[in-house]
């Protein structure tokens, strides 16, 4: 993009909307713009409300309200209702994409209930709106709770037929509606989301199935009646398909132990009868997941992507009832790598 | 008038007219070997009266002229009379004696000239090694050199400029290790000076540089015989001038402006650092406000979002462009800047204390300029005054302008295209018809390595050559 001096946007004359909100569907959309207004040296969030037919109808109303001119340029975080994720996130994500100053790494957040109650808590949090959630979700994604997925990257899951979006899901259980928690991720199909949740304890294995780099997963156990705490440092996978109704994964884990009062670890024996049981648990957990994707025929691992491009031929519309039909068998091993500083 | 005049006093009012009568000039009879009578002729504010008498007085009670080279002796010598030569000797110093029998000059070549001691270079300071300046005296300034390179490859030629002065100016090389072409180049420029009055090095400059257009200068000026001999075992050439304490370096890249006798000085490691904290200087020094410009006035969602709120509380009640604000201040710093060095330096940092002190925090408080822009000009001042070269720091303090105007106008590609215009400038620009950005253009790997990095000493074996024509590609 050329800038010229007829493209002049003086940092003082813009509003920096660090959060937006959208609910309702087309006809009936609601937006939700935060920004921080300076009040005698101190900077005070405030919530610009509009209403419109779709969400660009909204963002012009809302300019009407606001002395300065809005700028989505440095937006953070879009918090999106169910509704609207409902009926199919695509079409009221356009927008973003084609203002060419708009921010494409702004996180997207499903909401439950209310999509005001989560701007109006901003107001009581010391940090800027947006990158309240920003950081939340990233501190998330460390601990692979929660996939990357901004604008950007949602865009290419959105658009593809072989992936299925999962986004950040939050919930705001407390009495003052003042801190909002994860509640899991929302599962997509088809880019409509499907109304189920998949709790944070689960999704952590999503993040081992997608492969997703320099995460780590912590997990925690009993063994024996022994509390087993390791963090699964890296993860290498092996897709293949075994015939057209089934599916193999291989995955070798490495895994540093954090927590076991156990003495005799230093015998070989001990550590491979750890590492069995590890991949017992791991398995177990993971069949899980991959049984609630089916359920929802929600394809977050791209495993259409992947056939695509090994079986074209096999590869039709009709893939997400392929997906639920699916045999997939997955094979973990780990291997335990570190044993932690106390024995 | 009397019929009978002696002739020499024939002579000597001829001499005194064609000295105009010059108050400081002394031309008077002296009574020479067995009755001869001689004229003694002399500047008497530019000649060390007490030696000369001293000399007389030798020549006159033990020697006689039937010996051969008679009056050969390191400050005499003896040659026919010739009245133009005899001008210049005088105007340069010398004591010359005429003998009227034999029509010969008796030249004592004792002159005192007005001249300081060595002194620390004020523009050149250093931390360690030497402190010893360049004065504004031939004899003084070559001990200087010599006594550091104690070979007889160390080669001073001179040349007489200026039709009115006749100021001598001097230039340096070492045989064999000198860029020939680069020489004769200096050589050339060197006759082309065809002027009355040649007072400064500034002169020189014009006439030794490429293109005297550019902001960029193309010869380093030192006022170190350290830096000056380092030099010429590069193979450079250096020029002085009786009148100035300033020595003019050449073929010079422009990366020697940001080397100091201190990196070499110091240890390997630290020298290294320093050097490319000096080179990262010159990016900020000429880009950081034109960068801040471009943000606020175009790219601001840049800005982490944690800054943006403290920036944006800072300019929203600024009622200038950041362009205009820019300007205010950094005219306030050329100001205070120009100031201060033409006080006495007592006044001057009373200047210091007032323009930095009141003036930033007044400034501010008056709103006409943010606190984000006096941070950012601060650091930018900083950063041009790391630049040891003081030719070199008013190029880049002056470049900083062009490239403030650019991103008020077009942003961040403003200021990549004034970056590049920049870059191609640098790679036009030649030295001595030497390339300037050497060794970026003509690259050389090894070479960039060692403009980031101070090698120890003991490290290059080869004799470091920043300009070798002969050699391309063989080093």
């Not at chain 1, 398995?283 to 991959?290: K, P, Q, Y």
């Not at chain 2, 340096?172 to 004769?184: I, S, T």
Request: charged share 25%; net charge negative.
């Amino acid at each position: 993009m050329l800038a010229g001096c007829w493209d002049e946007r003086l940092y003082k004359d813009h509003t920096v909307v660090s959060l937006v909100g959208i609910e309702g569907t087309y006809g009936e959309m609601k937006s939700y713009f935060a920004y921080p207004e300076l009040q005698s040296g101190n900077s005070e969030i405030t919530i610009i409300e509009a209403n419109g037919i779709d969400v660009r109808d909204t963002r012009l109303n809302a300019d009407l309200k606001v002395e300065q001119a809005m700028d989505l340029s440095m937006m953070s975080t879009i918090l999106i209702s169910e509704t609207t994720a409902k009926d199919g996130l695509n079409k009221y994500l356009n927008v973003f994409y084609r203002d060419p100053t708009n921010s494409i790494t702004a996180f997207l957040v499903l909401v439950e209930g209310n999509v005001k109650d989560y701007m109006e808590a901003s107001k009581s949090w010391t940090t800027e709106a947006g990158e309240y959630f920003a950081r939340f979700i990233r501190s998330k994604e460390e601990v692979s709770i929660v996939p990357n997925r901004t604008i950007q990257t949602a865009a290419a899951i959105l658009y593809s037929d072989g992936m299925d979006l999962v986004l950040p899901y939050m919930v705001l259980k407390d009495k003052d509606k003042k801190r909002p928690e994860l509640g899991g991720v929302g599962l997509f199909s088809k880019g409509k989301y499907t109304g189920r949740v998949l709790k944070p304890e689960q999704s952590r294995f999503l993040g081992l199935l997608l492969q997703e780099r320099g995460r780590k997963i912590k997990y925690s156990t009993l063994y024996n009646e022994r509390p087993l705490s390791f963090t699964i440092l890296d993860v290498n996978r092996k897709w293949k398909f075994e015939s057209p109704n089934t599916m193999k994964m291989d995955y070798e884990l490495e895994v540093e132990l954090e927590e076991f009062s156990d003495v005799g670890l230093r015998d070989v024996n001990k550590i491979s009868e750890l590492e069995n049981f590890i991949n017992k648990k791991i398995t177990d957990e993971v069949n899980e997941v991959i049984e609630i994707l089916q359920d929802e025929k929600c394809d977050a691992l791209g495993l259409g992507n992947f056939l695509r491009v090994k079986n074209p031929q096999m590869f039709d519309d009709n893939w997400h009832e392929t997906f639920a039909n699916l045999e997939i068998q997955v094979d973990i091993k780990s291997e335990i790598l570190k044993t932690g500083l106390i024995h | 008038m009397t019929e009978e005049q002696n002739p020499e006093q024939v002579i000597l009012t001829k001499l005194k007219d064609s000295f105009y009568n010059s108050a400081d000039f002394v031309a008077k009879p002296i009574s020479w070997w067995d009755n001869e009578v001689a004229i003694l002729c002399f500047y008497s504010s530019i000649v060390n009266k007490a030696d000369v008498e001293r000399i007389m007085y030798f020549f006159k009670e033990h020697l006689r002229d039937d010996n051969m080279y008679w009056g050969e002796s390191i400050y005499t010598s003896v040659i026919p009379l010739d009245e133009k030569q005899l001008a210049k000797f005088l105007c340069d110093g010398e004591t010359i004696i005429v003998r009227l029998k034999t029509r010969e000059m008796i030249r004592i070549n004792l002159p005192e000239m007005a001249y300081r001691q060595t002194d620390e270079p004020a523009s050149e300071h250093v931390l360690q090694g030497s402190r010893e300046g360049l004065v504004e005296n031939f004899d003084v300034n070559i001990s200087l050199i010599r006594k550091r390179v104690k070979s007889h490859r160390l080669v001073v030629k001179q040349k007489t400029i200026g039709y009115e002065t006749n100021t001598t100016v001097y230039y340096l090389y070492m045989e064999q290790l000198v860029d020939e072409e680069a020489l004769q180049l200096v050589e050339e420029r060197l006759d082309k000076i065809k002027v009355d009055l040649f007072y400064s090095t500034g002169q020189l400059t014009d006439y030794m540089e490429d293109s005297v257009w550019s902001p960029f200068p193309q010869l380093l000026k030192t006022e170190r015989p350290d830096r000056i001999i380092a030099s010429l075992h590069e193979g450079k050439i250096a020029i002085l001038s009786d009148l100035s304490t300033t020595a003019i370096i050449g073929p010079t890249s422009f990366f020697s402006f940001y080397q100091t006798p201190d990196d070499f000085n110091g240890r390997a490691v630290t020298g290294s650092f320093y050097r490319i904290l000096r080179i990262f200087s010159f990016i900020i020094a000429i880009f950081l406000p034109a960068f801040y410009i471009a943000i606020v006035s175009f790219h601001f969602e840049i800005l982490p979002l944690e800054l943006s709120n403290q920036i944006k509380s800072d300019i929203e009640n600024i009622p200038y462009r950041p362009i205009l604000e820019a300007v205010i201040l950094e005219m306030t710093i050329e100001l205070i800047r120009e100031a201060s060095i033409r006080l006495p330096t007592s006044v001057g940092q009373t200047i210091g204390i007032v323009g930095g002190l009141v003036i930033g925090d007044a400034i501010v408080s008056a709103g006409l300029v943010s606190n984000m822009m006096i941070i950012i000009v601060a650091f930018t001042a900083i950063s041009s005054y790391v630049v040891p070269s003081t030719e070199m720091n008013s190029s880049i303090r002056f470049l900083r302008f062009p490239f403030m105007i650019l991103a008020a106008f077009f942003g961040f590609i403003g200021i990549a295209f004034g970056a590049i215009i920049l870059l191609i400038h640098l790679l036009n620009l030649t030295s001595l018809k030497r390339p300037y950005l050497t060794p970026i253009i003509p690259f050389n790997p090894k070479a960039i390595f060692k403009i980031f990095i101070r090698m120890p000493f003991f490290k290059p074996s080869k004799h470091p050559k920043s300009f070798s024509p002969n050699e391309d590609g063989k080093s």
